[in-house]
């Protein structure tokens, strides 16, 4: 069976209306994998050949990311179109950045088997603290992800009460946030109509102040174009 990146290859040898031809008689799920290996002219040359039910599956297939440029490259026409029924919403950006050591510190203090193993640990001699702080840190090391997973569905459910849609888009590595320099745990695209736009700013900021004794820090980016929510219908 060949690759896609082998199918892609085959297409691009032929003229455009033959491209779209051999395109669409791709299965739906070929379709998707070779169509990300085309280049974005050759993207926007079989896209606009299609037919309909083909091109909303192709475009709903793709990440919420390739489909956000590929709408970039649409001509004005198409993309006015699509982003029609978006017209009185917005897309903000939600990221979560977290200081580890400081998150740790706050789970030392809140859990209390970490509480009693510290308060045995003070009345040790100091040649038996070792193995006190080895159970604290193999106590930390199984509820760390716990926590935080439970702080992150905290905020995702914050979220979900005044966002009409989330898309949870991929983490950012370090080097990619802007000086932060802090883990990124959340990095979600929330599409918010304009009437609830008071009540989302209302609840980041509700969140932000719940979220820093944790050594948590929510960084909002915004308004957008809502093209992470982009569906053909």
């Known amino acids: 069976e060949l690759h896609a990146a082998d199918i892609k290859a085959l297409i691009a040898q032929f003229e455009a209306a033959g491209q779209a031809a051999l395109f ?3 299965a739906p799920q070929q379709r998707i994998e070779v169509y990300g290996y085309f280049e974005r002219d050759l993207q926007v040359s079989i896209l606009e050949r299609l037919v309909p039910e083909t091109r909303k599956a ?3 297939g793709l990440s919420p990311d390739d489909r956000a ?3 970039h490259t649409l001509p004005d026409e198409d993309r006015k179109k699509l982003l029609a029924e978006l017209n009185n919403k917005q897309e903000w950006g939600v990221k979560m950045y977290l200081e580890q ?3 740790v510190e706050s789970l030392k203090k809140l859990n209390e088997e970490i509480k009693k193993l510290e308060e045995k640990k003070a009345v040790l001699p100091k040649g038996m603290q070792w193995y006190v702080d080895k159970k604290i840190g193999e106590l930390i090391d199984e509820k760390l992800e716990k926590e935080i997973e439970k702080q992150l569905q905290r ?3 914050r979220l ?3 966002c009409e ?3 949870f888009c991929d983490l950012q590595p370090k080097e990619a946030t802007g000086g932060i320099n802090n883990d990124n745990v959340l990095n979600a695209a929330c599409l918010i109509s304009k009437d609830e736009l008071d009540y989302f700013k209302k609840m ?3 969140a932000r102040a719940e979220c820093e004794p944790f050594g948590a820090t929510l960084v909002t980016t915004g308004p957008w174009p809502p093209y992470n929510f982009v569906q053909l219908k």
């Open 58 to 60: 192709v475009l709903n």
């Open 204 to 206: 980041l900021r509700e």
């Open 155 to 157: 905020i995702v459910k």
């Open 160 to 162: 979900e009460d005044c």
């Open 101 to 103: 050591e400081k998150f």
């Open 24 to 26: 669409e008689a791709l």
């Open 165 to 167: 849609q989330i898309v």
């Open 69 to 71: 440029q590929l709408v």
